[in-house]
Nanobody, 124 residues
Framework: QVQLIESGGGLVQAGGSLRLSCAAS????????MGWFRQAPGKEREFVAV????????YYDDSVKGRFTISRDNAKNTVYLQMNNLKPEDTAAYYC?????????????????WGQGTQVTVSL
């Protein structure tokens, strides 16, 4: 079992930055690919970014490419999402997720463990 706790959300003006963190605890946490997803009110949960267990491979949704960076520090069992040049359409609850297995999928149903979410609100 893996427990995930997100932090770092908040209210920021458009063009600003935030860094989200996801601390993992439990068995084999550093060997799992990790993803970030987000969900706005009335919308489905959508993929943001994913990183392989080694940190050597990462993928992004086109809507955040060039603005967001996913990274991980396996010594600290933590995954990060650096978000720059934030836009109002980035407003959502952000969730980190862990997946048993080596691949780096972009669909929420492929992930086995989820955090409770952290809210990001971007104002004009």
């Amino acid at each position: 079992q893996v427990q995930l706790i997100e932090s770092g959300g908040g209210l920021v003006q458009a063009g600003g930055s935030l860094r989200l963190s996801c601390a993992a605890s439990g068995r084999s946490r550093s060997s799992y690919p990790m993803g970030w997803f987000r969900q706005a009110p009335g919308k489905e949960r959508e993929f943001v970014a994913v990183i392989s267990w080694s940190g050597g491979t990462s993928y992004y949704d086109d809507s955040v490419k060039g603005r967001f960076t996913i990274s991980r520090d396996n010594a600290k069992n933590t995954v990060y999402l650096q978000m720059n040049n934030l836009k109002p359409e980035d407003t959502a609850a952000y969730y980190c997720a862990a997946r048993r297995g080596g691949s780096t999928p972009r669909i929420a149903s492929a992930y086995d463990y989820w955090g409770q979410g952290t809210q990001v609100t971007v104002s004009l």
